[in-house]
Structure formats: structure tokens, C-alpha cells
């Protein structure tokens, strides 16, 4: 199943199929290391629902629900 990663439930895992938004946005993500064919899990979600907080080859970031939007997944 295809969605975004802002759909992605706590504690569960997806693999990522493509980074869109602006081509700053892109780069800077493609750069820290998230391409497509990386696994990533939502560790935490903030108590209002924004930021979310992913891990990335054993790394933890926080990222916008509308960022983690343009980012298509597949569970």
C-alpha cells in the first residue's frame, strides 16, 4: 500500500519510494540519507500531532506532518 509518511501509525515501519516537495526540500533530506528503498519508523508523534519524530538508519529526527506529507512510503 502507497501513502505518505504523515499516515504512517506509531511504532510502525515503511519503506520510502520517493521524496517530492521543492527541490531544496528534496536535497536536504536526500542528503541527511533518506532515499528511496530506506526503512523508516515513527518513534514518536509530538501531543498535538506535529512534529513527528522518525528514525533513519539509527539516527532520530524530528520532522512537519506537512514535510513528512510529501514523503510517499510504502507499509
Same mark, same amino acid.
Given at each position: 500500500?502507497?501513502s505518505?509518511l504523515?499516515?504512517?501509525?506509531? %511504532?510502525?515501519?515503511?519503506?520510502v519510494?520517493e #521524496? &517530492?516537495?521543492?527541490r531544496?526540500f ?5 542528503e541527511?540519507?533518506?532515499v528511496p %528503498?530506506?526503512e523508516?519508523?515513527?518513534?514518536? #508523534? &509530538?501531543?498535538l ?8 538508519r539509527?539516527g532520530q ?9 510529501q ?5
Amino acid at each position: 500500500m502507497v501513502s505518505s509518511l504523515a499516515d504512517v501509525a506509531l %511504532g510502525r515501519s515503511a519503506t520510502v519510494r520517493e #521524496v &517530492a516537495g521543492t527541490r531544496t526540500f528534496r536535497r536536504r533530506l536526500l542528503e541527511m540519507g533518506l532515499v528511496p %528503498g530506506i526503512e523508516v519508523r515513527v518513534v514518536t #508523534v &509530538a501531543p498535538l500531532g506535529d512534529p513527528i519524530q522518525i528514525e533513519v538508519r539509527g539516527g532520530q529526527w524530528s520532522i512537519r506532518r506537512d514535510e513528512a506529507a510529501q514523503i510517499v512510503v510504502s507499509k
